[in-house]
């Protein structure tokens, strides 16, 4: 499996508006996209840091997906007026355990 992670910097007190555009936006654009495997959204409502994972069968389902990703985390950015640029990254999983 691999996985993409998209860190972006937002006004903290706009993180509710963040979690509702990854839950019901950006989840949605990579619905029915071949190999799409899950999605994590993470936030520090201290200093407004967030951070979504994207999770992808194989290494070419992921890598189709970059626009996907790019609009993504347009959205997250307009919805929280970020800051900076997104840091983003790509990741091969060699352990997962959810419990």
């Known amino acids: 499996m691999h ?7 937002v006004s903290p007190e706009r993180i509710d508006e963040i979690v509702g555009v ?3 936006d950006q989840v949605a654009l990579f619905h ?3 190999g799409y495997r899950g999605f ?4 520090d409502r201290t200093s407004g ?3 979504g ?5 194989t290494e070419d389902d992921l890598r189709a997906a970059e626009e996907l990703g790019r609009e993504a985390r347009r959205r997250v950015m307009d919805a929280g ?3 900076g640029e997104p ?12 419990v």
């Open 53 to 57: 994972i994207s999770f992808w069968e």
């Open 87 to 98: 840091v983003v990254e790509r990741w091969e999983v060699v352990f997962d355990e959810m």
């Open 22 to 24: 990854m839950q019901e």
């Open 81 to 83: 007026g970020g800051q």
């Open 40 to 43: 994590t959204g993470l936030a």
């Open 49 to 51: 840091a967030v951070m």
């Open 32 to 34: 029915g996209q071949h």
């Open 3 to 9: 996985a993409r992670t998209g860190r972006l910097q």
